[in-house]
C-alpha cells in the first residue's frame, strides 16, 4: 500500500504545479522520516485503487500528508506521511521552500472551505 501511497503523492504534488525534480541534485531533498498506515479492509489482485490525498499540516521544515485507499466506495486503508525538508550539505532540516509550503498552505485552505 504504501508504495501506492507514494505515487498518490506525486501525483498529488504534480497537481499543484510541484515536483521534487532532481532532489539528488539539488541543495535539499524530501525524506518521508514517518510512515503509518492502518488496513480497514483487503485488497485483492488486481483491485482498482482510488486514493484520495490531502495536507493534514504544514510546518516550518515539514508537511504531513493524510491518504485514503478505496475500492469501488470502501475504504480499504489510511494512513499518513510526513516529510521532512532537510539540506543535502549538512544533513538537517532546513524551512521547506516557499513555493512548496505555500501551494501547499493554499491546498489545505481549500479543503477546509470545501468541508464547510
Known amino acids: 500500500m504504501l508504495r501506492h501511497f507514494e505515487a498518490a503523492e506525486i501525483e498529488f504534488l504534480r497537481s499543484l ?65 510526513t516529510v521532512v525538508c532537510v539540506d543535502t550539505s549538512t544533513g538537517r532540516s532546513r524551512p521547506l521552500p516557499p513555493e512548496l509550503a505555500e501551494a501547499l498552505k493554499k491546498s489545505r485552505q481549500a479543503e477546509g472551505e470545501e468541508h464547510v
Do not use: W
Open 17 to 81: 504545479g510541484l515536483l521534487h525534480k532532481d532532489a539528488s541534485v539539488s541543495a535539499v531533498n524530501f525524506p518521508r522520516v514517518h510512515v503509518e498506515c492502518t488496513y480497514t479492509s483487503m485488497v485483492q489482485y488486481d483491485d482498482l485503487l482510488n486514493i484520495a490525498v490531502r495536507v493534514e499540516r504544514v510546518g516550518n521544515s515539514s508537511y504531513k500528508l493524510a491518504f485514503e485507499a478505496n475500492v469501488e466506495e470502501r475504504l480499504v486503508a489510511r494512513g499518513f506521511v
